[in-house]
Each structure stands twice: as structure tokens, then as C-alpha cells.
Nanobody, 125 residues
Framework: QVQLVESGGGSVQAGGSLRLSCVVS????????IGWFRQAPGKEREGVAS????????SYSDSVQGRFTISRDRTKNTLYLEMSRLRPEDSGMYYC???????????????????WGQGTQVTVS
């Protein structure tokens, strides 16, 4: 089992930056796919980024490409979603999630991710 806890959300002005944290604990594997998702009121949950827990080339949605970056601190079992040049449409509840032993790490399908954090709110004004 894998447990995930997000933090780092808050309120920022448009053009500002935030860094979200996802602490991964339990039976985490380098081959687990860690995805970042967000959901705005009245909208479907959408994937924004993903990366294998152990590293590799991350993927980003078109809407965040060039503005969001996944990084990690291996000593803390933590993945970060660094967000810059934030826009009001980036607002929403952000979640990290895990697909254990993923054969193909992708954020396109939320149903593949079996473990989810509780979310952290991001508000861009």
C-alpha cells in the first residue's frame, strides 16, 4: 500500500508561483507512476503531470507545459510540482496519486491511479 499527502497550496496572484509537495510513504516503488491532477468547481478532474517515482522523463498537459515542473527530494520521499506563471484557470484542488508498478506512466486516465491524497487547494486571482 502507498499513502500520499499533498501540501503547499494557497492563494497567489496571477503570474505568481507555488510549489506543491507530495509525500509518498508505504510500499513505494521506483516503478510507481505518480500523477498530478486538479479539479475546479463544476469541472472534471484533469491530469496535469506525471512521472515515475524513481525518475525519468516527466509528462505535462498542454495547458501547463512550460510552466509546471516535477522535481523530487529522494531523501524525503517527496515529489514536488513547481508551478510558475500561474493563471486563474489553474485554480482548483490539486491531488497527487499513485499507480503502483505502472507499465506506462501517464496522467491521461484517472482510473489507473488507485491511491490518492486528500488534495491541496490552489487559488489564483
Amino acid at each position: 500500500q502507498v499513502q500520499l499527502v499533498e501540501s503547499g497550496g494557497g492563494s497567489v496572484q496571477a503570474g505568481g508561483s507555488l510549489r506543491l509537495s507530495c509525500v509518498v510513504s508505504g510500499s513505494a516503488s521506483n516503478n510507481d507512476c505518480i500523477g498530478w491532477f486538479r479539479q475546479a468547481p463544476g469541472k472534471e478532474r484533469e491530469g496535469v503531470a506525471s512521472s515515475y517515482f524513481g525518475g525519468g522523463s516527466p509528462s505535462y498537459s498542454d495547458s501547463v507545459q512550460g510552466r509546471f515542473t516535477i522535481s523530487r527530494d529522494r531523501t524525503k520521499n517527496t515529489l514536488y510540482l513547481e508551478m510558475s506563471r500561474l493563471r486563474p484557470e489553474d485554480s482548483g484542488m490539486y491531488y497527487c496519486a499513485s499507480e503502483p508498478l505502472s507499465r506506462y506512466c501517464s496522467f491521461f486516465s484517472t482510473s489507473r491511479f488507485g491511491f490518492w491524497g486528500q488534495g491541496t487547494q490552489v487559488t489564483v486571482s
